[in-house]
T-cell receptor, first 114, second 111 residues
Framework: SAVISQKPSRDICQRGTSLTIQCQVD?????MFWYRQQPGQSLTLIATANQGSEATYESGFVIDKFPISRPNLTFSTLTVSNMSPEDSSIYLC???????????FGPGTRLTVT | QQQVKQSPQSLIVQKGGISIINCAYENTAFDYFPWYQQFPGKGPALLIA?????SEKKEGRFTISFNKSAKQFSLHIMDSQPGDSATYFC??????????FGAGTTVTVRA
C-alpha cells in the first residue's frame, strides 16, 4: 500500500486565518481525495483532487472555502480559508492504490480554530 | 442523509469474545464495501474489504459477511483482543471510489 504523510500533524489557528495542509504520497497515484472528520464523528468527503485540473467538490463544500491544488501525482494541498471554530476537525487525505485499488488514508491533520 | 447506516454505536466485549458490527445501505449501485479501523489520533486503516460477487471474506480474525438481497454487510471480529479496542467504520462506494461512511462503532474489549 502507499505510504502517505501529511503536514502539519496538528495546528491551532485563529479565526479568520487560513491554513494549508500538505499531503505527500510515496508513489504516483491517480485518485486522491480530501475528507473531514469532525470531533467524534464519521468521515465526510470534501473533494476529489484532480491532477492538472480543478478539484471536484461534494455538496456543501466550495472552492472558495477549501481550495485544493494537485500539481502532480504524488502531492496535493488543501487550504482551509477564513477559518471559524466550526472548521475544527481532522482533515485527511486518501489515495487509491495497489493491485486491488484499495483506498488508504493519511494520518490526518488535527485543526483547532480558536 | 447518511447512505450507510451502522450499528451499534458502541459495544463492549470480553477478551476472546466475538464483536459484530452491522451496516445497511440503500444505493444498489454500491459495489465496494471496506471496513476501517481507527485508533485515537490516527488516520483510518483499511482492515478488510469485499465486493458484491462474494458473500463472505475472511482475513485472520476478521470476517465480512455480505447479503446483497438484504443490502446489508457486517464485520465479525473473532477472539477479540484488548488491542482491537478502536472505532470501526464501514463504508461503501460505486466505481468512482468516493467513500460514504457509516457513523462508526466504538469497540471496547475488556481483558
Amino acid at each position: 500500500s502507499a505510504v502517505i504523510s501529511q503536514k502539519p500533524s496538528r495546528d491551532i489557528c485563529q479565526r479568520g486565518t487560513s491554513l494549508t495542509i500538505q499531503c505527500q504520497v510515496d508513489s504516483q497515484v491517480t485518485m486522491m481525495f480530501w475528507y473531514r472528520q469532525q470531533p467524534g464523528q464519521s468521515l465526510t468527503l470534501i473533494a476529489t483532487a484532480n491532477q492538472g485540473s480543478e478539484a471536484t467538490y461534494e455538496s456543501g463544500f466550495v472552492i472558495d472555502k477549501f481550495p485544493i491544488s494537485r500539481p502532480n501525482l504524488t502531492f496535493s494541498t488543501l487550504t482551509v480559508s477564513n477559518m471559524s471554530p466550526e472548521d475544527s476537525s481532522i482533515y485527511l487525505c486518501s489515495v487509491v492504490s495497489g493491485r486491488l485499488d484499495e483506498q488508504y488514508f493519511g494520518p490526518g491533520t488535527r485543526l483547532t480554530v480558536t | 442523509q447518511q447512505q450507510v447506516k451502522q450499528s451499534p454505536q458502541s459495544l463492549i466485549v470480553q477478551k476472546g469474545g466475538i464483536s459484530i458490527i452491522n451496516c445497511a445501505y440503500e444505493n444498489t449501485a454500491f459495489d465496494y464495501f471496506p471496513w476501517y479501523q481507527q485508533f485515537p489520533g490516527k488516520g483510518p486503516a483499511l482492515l478488510i474489504a469485499i465486493r458484491p460477487d462474494v458473500s463472505e471474506k475472511k482475513e485472520g480474525r476478521f470476517t465480512i459477511s455480505f447479503n446483497k438481497s438484504a443490502k446489508q454487510f457486517s464485520l465479525h471480529i473473532m477472539d477479540s483482543q484488548p488491542g482491537d479496542s478502536a472505532t470501526y467504520f464501514c463504508a461503501a462506494s460505486i466505481n468512482d471510489y468516493k467513500l460514504s461512511f457509516g457513523a462508526g462503532t466504538t469497540v471496547t474489549v475488556r481483558a
